[in-house]
């Protein structure tokens, strides 16, 4: 069965305290991994898709890399706009669809 | 560019009511919808998507069903709603890359 585990569950940093959110995955066959940004009350946010181990996505603070086994979403510097629930989801290799398995996210509280 | 929109945005019912949430996008044609449940805290479990009009895969047998009567309408509806179908529905597109999916601002639904 397929899972993905995200830690820690929540995390609390202080402004410009950069730290790292942990996602670890087992599936048969990866296709994609991907991370989302969720604000309370809104849908889920589009950030980023990894596709193989080795590969690196940057946007503004955030950086994804990617594994075999996890991905790792590294927050550098942040700022009280970044404080979410991140979400990563993983797409495994099939003949039709595109369904994502999600993990259960951390919530990150970014203090001023 | 596309563009997902859900309604009602927050609906409370009776227990043994019926239900009915509905997704429309734009901008596209032929997309891939998915109905998804976050309960409080939790992360996302797929309920239902579909690839065209009236096709439709479940992925989690329960007291909901979903119909897709036009190409870019995505319905999710309950003849009797349960305690347990409170939660925030969300509505979502495959987007044009190689799996990710784009989230509607969602439904917020409470069953007292």
């Known amino acids: 069965e397929d899972q993905v585990t995200q830690s820690p569950e929540a995390l609390r940093l202080q402004e410009g305290e950069s730290s790292s959110l942990n996602c670890s995955y087992t599936?048969?066959?990866?296709?994609?991994l991907f991370w989302y940004r969720q604000d309370p009350g809104k849908g889920p946010e589009f950030l980023f898709t990894?596709?193989?181990a080795g590969e690196e996505k940057e946007k503004e603070r955030l950086k994804a890399t990617l594994t075999k086994k996890e991905s790792f979403l590294h927050i550098t510097a942040p700022k009280p706009e970044d404080s979410a629930t991140y979400l990563c989801?993983?797409?495994?290799?099939?003949?039709?669809?595109?369904?994502?398995?999600f993990g259960e996210g951390t919530q990150l509280t970014v203090n001023p | 560019s596309q563009t997902i929109h859900q309604w009602p945005a927050t609906l409370v019912q009776p227990v043994g009511s019926p239900l009915s949430l509905e997704c429309t996008v734009e901008?596209?044609?032929?997309?891939?919808l998915y109905w998804y449940r976050q309960a409080a805290g939790r992360g996302l479990q797929l309920l239902f998507y579909?690839?065209?009009?009236?096709?439709i895969s479940s992925e989690v047998p329960q007291n909901l069903s979903a119909s897709r009567p036009q190409d870019r309408q995505f319905i999710l509806s309950s003849k009797k709603l349960l305690l347990s179908d409170s939660g925030f529905y969300l509505c979502?597109?495959?987007?044009?890359?190689?799996?990710?999916?784009?989230f509607g601002e969602g439904s917020r639904l409470t069953v007292l």
């Open positions: 989801a993983v797409q495994v290799l099939e003949t039709s669809g595109s369904r994502l398995t």
């Open positions: 599936v048969s066959g990866l296709r994609g």
């Open positions: 990894l596709y193989s």
């Open positions: 901008g596209t044609s032929n997309p891939n």
């Open positions: 579909s690839v065209g009009i009236g096709q």
């Open positions: 979502a597109l495959k987007g044009r890359g190689r799996g990710e999916l784009f």
